[in-house]
């Protein structure tokens, strides 16, 4: 399975946006529940916005109203709008095209991208 490559990651104000894409190759895309984690230092990797197959959407508390998980299954590809970020959606931000038990990325990693919002 080929790494998936995220991307759109950067430095921004709190309130400010960004978003976030990540494209895959060598899966059957449009079958995998799919999703985006981060992780800060020292801290475990946590799932932050799914969606399945079907695009039905899940988020964590954190982010509820504020992040958008959306998906393209023609061009292999798979976004997340962040809005109204705060100080402490700093983190390396990784997604994950097939996730499993609804929380469990068992497909390949790839390098993260950087998320930094600042006071």
């Known amino acids: 399975q080929v790494q998936p490559v995220e991307s759109g990651g950067g430095l921004v104000q709190a309130g400010g946006s960004l978003r976030l894409s990540c494209a895959a190759s060598g899966i059957i895309f449009r079958l995998n529940a799919m999703g985006w984690y981060r992780q800060t230092p020292g801290k475990q990797r946590e799932l932050v916005a799914l969606i399945t197959s079907s695009g039905s959407t899940n988020y964590a508390e954190s982010v509820k109203g504020r992040f958008t998980i959306s998906r393209d299954n023609a061009k292999n590809t798979m976004s997340l709008q962040m809005n109204s970020l705060k100080p402490e959606d700093t983190a390396v931000y990784y997604c994950?095209?097939?996730?499993?038990?609804?929380?469990?990325?068992?497909?390949?990693w790839g390098q993260g991208t950087q998320v930094t919002v600042s006071s």
């Open positions: 994950n095209t097939d996730i499993r038990g609804g929380r469990y990325g068992v497909g390949s």
